[in-house]
């Protein structure tokens, strides 16, 4: 099959706030196409890949670390920031990429592990040898290993202590993850001035923008907890002021696995803003919550919050990422509950959290699979997918850490799932071979040639999304229904008066989360008599009534998105 039709969004190339009407997919290089047979994904890999992806709908890749690193995490260990790893290429692939994506009106983020480095990284080596070179003070050094008792261990099966004892220095530094990752000492003003030094090399080889990993935990101070403390906030509306000025349009996307109005703040204020879009931390450990708990209760709590964000800041949505689903953000309670609906097997669990993909973790059940995308393209906030979940991947909870769903993309049913030609045994991972989600049956090949696949379904979500401004820019307000199963909310647009010429528009989403089938009432007086519309087909639903109730009757864990109000209307398949 070729990947022609490609689902074009009007607009995204000039449009300055493209980062909030985009379609994201976390990709790592390592894990998609091997072009070389050494076993390891690769660049050029991934640019044989990109037509695919234009034709998922994909308008931006965001690509883990891919720089020189003895890959002791999965390249959050870098050695070199401007140098890539032999094994995924060179900087002038890396251009052609970013050449390649921009030719298909795709954008390019990279990750960017500043918070530490690897101990391999020649800062730290210097650092270690001699204290009273130029790098000596780069990384947080201490004749004990008591200082910052507030700060809590990230790792915690890996790690029980924030400072390890280096043997040549005789003195211990300070580490956030794992050992070999000492933390940066952002207070010395080289290590700034090094850090945006390496901001400028990517963004002047035409990056679109960059996932900050890790940013709460820049500065600590003795009396604090380590997260997001004002000279963090600082830096980064420094790095912010920096990117407006000299490369408009690119953005910064935070990493901050916390409460939402400490997420919010690493968006700054509409005065001195900082990034320009979070991580939905809080959101997604509530939506694997409702789908087995049948209430949609935690999640009505924190979408009706109001979280005050500066004008043009938007959210990142997520269901899974290369890391553990993190249950750092809920309650004992609801943790224990999750884990026992969701990590039965000890295997399945690293931290505080659970190391298995999307499809697994749903059982393979077509059923929550859509009803939880349903929920990822409708909340507010820019989607963002994880590779392979659009084929329902399985992963591998025999592998170590976080590996167990980091394996290669399956493309077809031949050797190495098409992901390489190598031997087997040289692959970085070995391929998914599991009774459920064998490589031979689950495949991008497979799903292509049926047309009711998970990923020709998901594609046409992607699509729908796309012609409707509200998911990208609208507001969402929750409604109140008679059923505890079901959310019900509205994303309000009122239309953009720009050259892209948005109309307002007005979507009904209802999800529930029922094992059964359920009838709910929702009330929206606002709507009394306003026509409702399917999205997908275009089938004319029950008007709201006179009150503004409206009954409706979803299938088990079903949904709906409709439009309401009479007014501009744009629905269909994608071709
Ligand atoms: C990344 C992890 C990584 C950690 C340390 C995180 O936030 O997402 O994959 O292990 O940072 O760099």
């Known amino acids: 099959m070729s990947f022609t039709a490609p689902i074009q969004l009007p607009g995204l190339a000039l449009d300055p706030q493209w980062y909030k009407r985009a379609v994201f997919y976390e990709v790592m290089v390592r894990s998609f196409l091997d072009s070389n047979a050494d076993g390891s994904g690769d660049l050029t890999g991934l640019v044989s890949k990109l037509d695919y992806l234009q034709w998922l709908g994909i308008d931006a890749l965001w690509l883990p670390p891919f720089f020189q690193s003895p890959l002791r995490d999965g390249g959050y260990d870098v050695s070199d920031y401007t140098s890539i790893l032999a094994e995924f290429g060179t900087v002038d692939e890396f251009r052609d990429l970013v050449t390649k994506a921009h030719e298909r009106n795709m954008r390019v983020i990279i990750d960017l592990p500043i918070n530490h480095t690897s101990d391999a990284h020649e800062w730290f080596q210097q650092s270690r040898s001699d204290p009273e070179g130029p790098y000596g003070d780069f990384y947080m050094w201490s004749d004990s290993d008591e200082k ?9 099966d890996y790690e029980d202590s924030n400072w390890a004892f280096d043997p040549v220095r005789r003195q211990f530094y300070f580490h956030r993850f794992f050992s070999h990752q000492p933390d940066l000492n952002y207070e010395n003003p080289a290590v700034v001035e090094a850090i945006f030094d390496i901001i400028r090399f990517w963004l002047d080889l035409g990056v679109d923008g960059f996932r900050l990993d890790a940013i709460p935990y820049l500065f600590v101070s003795e009396e604090g907890t380590g997260e997001g403390e004002p000279p963090t906030h600082e830096f980064l509306k420094k790095v912010r002021a920096m990117v407006d000025r000299d490369y408009p349009g690119r953005v910064m996307i935070a990493e901050a696995n916390q409460w939402p109005n400490e997420v919010a703040a690493f968006m700054g204020t509409d005065e001195e803003p900082e990034c320009h879009m979070a991580f939905d931390f809080p959101a997604m450990p509530r939506i694997f919550y409702s789908l087995r708990s049948q209430q949609a209760g935690e999640l009505v ?29 809920v309650t004992e309670e609801y943790r224990q509950a999750m884990y026992g609906w ?27 699979l859509e009803l939880a995308h349903a929920l990822l393209f409708s ?7 994880y590779y392979g979940d659009e084929i329902g991947m399985g992963d591998n909870i025999w592998l170590p850490d976080r590996d167990a769903s980091r394996t290669p993309m399956q493309w077809t049913p031949d050797r190495n799932a098409g992901f390489s030609s190598a031997d087997p045994g040289k692959l970085y991972l070995p391929v998914v071979q599991s009774l459920v989600y064998n490589y031979h049956h689950v495949n991008v090949e497979s799903q292509l040639a049926q047309s009711r696949s998970l990923l020709h379904w998901i594609r ?19 409604l109140p229904t008679n059923h505890d199963s079901v959310l019900a909310f509205v994303r309000e647009y009122p239309g953009s008066g720009n050259q892209f010429g948005d ?28 026509s409702l519309r399917d999205l997908f087909g ?3 639903f029950p008007s709201f009534d006179a009150e503004g109730g409206i009954e409706l009757t979803m299938g088990t864990q079903g949904f709906y ?15």
């Open 148 to 156: 910052y008792p507030n700060v809590r261990i990230i790792f915690t």
């Open 301 to 329: 709590r924190v979408l009706s919050e109001h979280t005050h964000v500066p004008e043009g800041a938007g959210w990142g949505v997520f269901l899974r990422n290369h890391d553990e689903l993190t249950l750092e953000m």
């Open 342 to 368: 969701y990590a039965y097997d000890p295997r399945m669990r690293v931290n505080v959290g659970i190391r298995r993909r999307l499809s697994p973790l749903l059982d393979n059940s077509r059923a929550e």
């Open 379 to 385: 909340l507010q906030g820019s989607p963002f997918l």
């Open 460 to 478: 046409n979500v992607i699509h729908v999304r796309k012609v409707h401004p509200a998911f990208g820019l609208g507001q969402l307000r929750v």
């Open 503 to 530: 109309a307002p528009e007005t979507v009904l989403c209802v999800f529930s989360f029922a094992h059964n089938p359920a009838a709910v009432r929702i009330e929206a007086p606002e709507f009394a008599g306003q």
């Open 538 to 540: 275009g089938g004319d």
């Open 561 to 575: 998105w409709l439009h309401v109000g009479e007014g501009q209307f744009a629905g269909g398949r994608a071709s």
